[in-house]
């Protein structure tokens, strides 16, 4: 059974910063490709960010130059750094990863931000 657990929520003032942590289980975690999702109140679910299982990382433009992604293989985590928040990233964000064409999800965790 996989098992992805988000942690890190919370309520920040605009311009601050969050970290959020994914613990996963129930995968060979090093060779699988991990994103985070956000989903804003009344919106769409929408991809953050993505890492490989050699590091390499994406960003969406909406986060880019602000956020940071990465992931410890000997934890089965993976992290994301957010800095500069704006009322617009409050939403609630999820852990994801696939397999065999499969996607799991974890329960997410809410970022609220204060103007």
């Known amino acids: 059974q996989v098992y992805l657990v988000e942690s890190g929520g919370g309520t920040v003032q605009a311009g601050g910063s969050l970290r959020l942590s994914c613990a996963a289980s129930g995968i060979n975690f090093k060779i699988h490709t991990m994103k985070w999702y956000r989903q804003a109140p009344g919106k769409e679910r929408e991809l953050v960010a993505t890492i490989g299982s050699g590091g390499n990382t994406v960003y969406e433009d909406v986060v880019a130059g602000r956020f940071i992604i990465s992931r410890d293989n000997s934890r089965n985590r993976v992290s994301l750094q957010m800095n500069s928040l704006t009322i617009e990233d409050t939403a609630v964000y999820y852990c994801?990863?696939?397999?065999?064409?499969?996607?799991?999800w974890g329960r997410g965790t809410r970022v609220t931000v204060a103007s």
């Open positions: 994801n990863t696939q397999r065999q064409n499969v996607n799991f």
